[in-house]
């Protein structure tokens, strides 16, 4: 394999690749005195950033906690159609995580990966839909142990669960994310939840992203590929084993992975996935891309480096 920024091919196999490219947008005055949480690609194309005044120390330095007893501020950002919506949260004593538009747009989702259950029905409701002027409208529970949050077009939700979710933690004997991946309503309920297909169990969603209203999911144990179909769901292989974000092509035939701060782009061979080559993000003043989050939806992958937002479709590859 060699890097030559070119598009020949090598006995089958793409070149690694050297793509430059140029922020889609700069935060940097509303960044200034907040810390980057997360960053998403909404249901509408919107990008979406959530900031935080500061971020609260982990439990047994493992586990981020739901509630804190100080208060901070959460700001969120919307950047649709090249204009910008600032989102000021005040006084929240939620670790917050997720951050998305809701409801066709109209009202924001603030979400936190973690939620007690303290038994008797008493569970700490850990998604929050309030309108852009900051009213809270519903609060649901969404289940602990989240990895990876998505809003679709048509307003469900899905939620893929890292390990804690599945097996059971914060009081929860019997996990809302038992199944590794649950589309959810707009109000909190259940709309659908992975089956068990063969041998496949998801014990931990490495990497999940929307298509459409379908998921597309990379789990342990197996490191298969998984796209749901309504109610079915088809798996294909591949040799990577541990990528924690994924961009596909409309069509599916493409995959690029995001594994070890390497990108790996794939193409679909019969049942399996196969490595095409390497990819290489570089700035424009030619330093290596190193985002310090990631998000996909589709063949779209949103990377934020410092105060700067890149996109990348991997339909240009």
Known sequence: MYRDGHSRHVQGLMADKTIPLQ????????????IPVSVAIGAQGEFCVLLTEHVPDYIDGMFPPTVTEESRTYRGIVIRDGSKQIHDFPGEKWNYHFFEPIDDGENLLLCSA????????KIERNARVCSTEGKTLRTFCLGDGIEHLSVTPDNHIWCGYFDEGVSGNFGWDDPLGKSGLVKWKADGRIAWEYK??????????????????????????DFDVG???????????????????????????????????????????????????????????????????????????????????????????
Do not use: W
């Open 23 to 34: 922020p889609v947008y700069s935060i940097t005055e509303e960044v200034t005195g907040f």
């Open 114 to 121: 973690r939620s007690h259950n303290y038994g008797n029905g």
């Open 196 to 221: 068990e297909t063969g041998n496949r169990v998801i014990d931990d969603c490495y990497a999940m992203t929307v298509t459409g209203n379908e998921a597309v999911f990379h789990y342990y144990t």
């Open 227 to 317: 796209f749901t179909q309504d109610v079915e769901t088809a798996f294909y292989a591949t040799d990577i084993d541990g990528a924690y974000a994924m961009a596909v092509s409309k069509d599916g035939s493409h995959i690029l992975f995001s594994e070890d701060k390497h990108f790996f782009f794939t193409e679909r061979k019969g049942s399996r996935y196969v490595r095409r080559g390497r990819l290489e993000f570089r700035k424009p003043n030619g330093k290596k891309l190193s985002p310090r989050m990631i998000s996909t939806r589709g063949p779209r992958l949103l990377m934020m480096d410092g105060p700067d937002l890149y996109l990348y479709d991997i339909s240009a590859t």
